[in-house]
């Protein structure tokens, strides 16, 4: 049997605030690695940010593995009425020719299917960094000051961040 | 490695008449990634992190929320029709008068002290959830000509890896709104839209029973790596 994937649909403006929320500490009581905050803003078109996005990420542990029974990778926050989110999380290892690098999946209002990119560490070599244009590139790298990454993310216009279709 | 999926089956990315679609929807085109074990692993095991809530959205007695009852049976399976076990599903819709819970809900319509709609749902071994629940009204669009949402329940869901995830909307049968909604119609090809409209069936219970099917991306353990 082979069946088509259910289309996907905007989640809405009114997805739940309760689940939007508590969710976005993947480092609480995680004993391996380092604790990192990963934050940013997410602006639309015309440069106005946008309030109650949802974004979930999934990402490996300190080791680059994604089967660690004491690391749940994955989280999901919302941005706040300035467009910013946060996650506290564990800096995650490179592993079988990927570099360090966290999954984000984005859910919005207006998005009619959820968007999917990448936040890397530094630049490096990898498969889904290179299949990007190499000028685009370097909007998937985070900015750092301290443990505090910034990944800030433009749906639409100058400096649009890379999406993928999967 | 999971299959791509037919553009024709998938909601476009600007619509018309969907203002917002135009502010928020990429402009370039979106790039073609390699899948690697971090887009074929997946949150396994997410209602560790995502507990059920509430499970009967209806309520009984004094404590019963207005509107028609009514009762979805929802099967979550892959795509060759395997159930998912154990998939969680976060359903929320508003009150039989059109109105969210949620507080940014502008639209004038009343409350209902006896309806929350939002639940967490974690699917049997059949795949199967269900929910007690009333059905849900219809309601305007703020800033737009006329255009009404039909009566829909929104539904995420997670399969078995990362690209499974799916965010979408049912819909009822013979409501006329579904034929000029910007959202449903987004969906070019008509048998992949009708697929999101919930199946009536006929029951001598006291409440409305309709059967929905939502196929997650992947293809049972060929979904993963390993």
Redesign the interface.
Known sequence: ???????????????????AQG?NDLAAGVKQGEVIEITGRIT???G?P?D?LVL?I?Q?DSEGR??NANF???GRAATDANGVYRFRTIKPGG????AP?V?F?L?????????QTAMFFAAAED??LD???AELRPRLVAGREGTVYRFDIR???DG??????? | MLPRRNPATQSEGVVQGYAQTFQRWPSQPLVKRPQTRSELTGPSDIARRLAPVRGDLAGHGAKRALGQLIHIRARVVDEDGAPVPGAVVEVWHCNAAGKYIHPNDANDAPADPNFYGAARLVAGDSGLVELRTVKPGAYPVPDSAGWWRPPHVHFSVWGRVWLSRLVTQMFFPGEPLNERDAILNAIRDPQARARCVARFVPSSANFLVYDYQIVVRGRGAAARLE
């Open positions: 049997m082979s069946l088509v994937p259910t289309g996907e649909m905007t989640l809405g403006p009114f997805f739940p605030r309760e689940f969710a639309q078109l015309d106005r946008l109650n979930e999934w490996a994604f089967d749940f990778g994955w592993l079988e020719g990927r690098h999954n999946l859910l919005c209002s207006g998005l009619m299917r959820h968007l498969p889904v299949a990007v244009p749906l639409r216009g649009e961040t890379p999406f993928f279709d999967d």
